[in-house]
Each structure stands twice: as C-alpha cells, then as structure tokens.
C-alpha cells in the first residue's frame, strides 16, 4: 500500500516561495503518475500541476502557469511543487494524488496547509 504524506507548507507573504514535497511509501513510486491539488475554503478541490511516471511531461492549471513547476525525484520517491510569486489566492490546503494511470488519482496524502499573507 503506497503512502502520500505532504510537507513543506506555511505561512509565505505575498510574492515569496515554498517548496511542497510529497514522499510516497514502497517501491512503485516510478510507476506512479502524480499530481498536486489545492482546496481553498468554500471551495471545491482544483488541479494544479502534474507530472508523469519519467518526469518528462508536465501540466498545469492556467492560475499557476509560469509560477509554479511539478519535479520528481524517483531515486527519492518524492514529488515536489515549487511556487514561486505567490498570491493570496493560492491560499489553500494542497494535497497530492497518485495514479497508476495518466491523470488519475487513486490515493491522496492528508495535505499541507499554505497561507499567503498580503
């Protein structure tokens, strides 16, 4: 059983950084497609960036294109999001999500909780 567990989040002004890590258990975390989502009070769960099994294919959501980059690190079996520029609308839970298929999640970490202040 693959396990997700998140770290990294915090309390960032606006305009400053943070590096999310997501690190999986057990020894199939290379055949894993992984994504990150974030959950914002009042709101429903939205994507914001995943990356595929070798790391050479990424996506993101339009919000944080140009700001944020997915990396993986399979030696490691961890997940990274590093957010740079940020607004106080990226205030949300972020949890990461893993598939054994393209753009599907099956198991989902408890998320880490970032705050940007203005």
């Known amino acids: 059983q693959v396990q997700l567990v998140e770290s990294g989040g915090g309390l960032v002004q606006a305009g400053g950084s943070l590096r999310l890590s997501c690190a999986a258990s057990?020894?199939?975390?290379?055949?894993?497609?992984m994504g990150w989502f974030r959950q914002a009070p009042g709101k429903e769960r939205e994507f914001v960036a995943a990356?595929?099994?070798?790391?050479?294919?990424?996506y993101y959501a339009d919000s944080v294109k140009g700001r944020f980059t997915i990396s993986r690190d399979n030696a490691k079996n961890t997940v990274y999001l590093q957010m740079n520029s940020l607004k106080t609308e990226d205030t949300a839970v972020y949890c990461c999500?893993?598939?054994?298929?393209?753009?599907?999640?099956?198991?989902w970490g408890q998320g880490t909780q970032v705050t940007v202040s203005s």
């Open positions: 999500g893993a598939g054994w298929l393209q753009r599907t999640y099956d198991l």
């Open positions: 990356i595929n099994w070798s790391g050479g294919s990424t």
């Open positions: 057990g020894r199939t975390f290379s055949r894993l497609f």
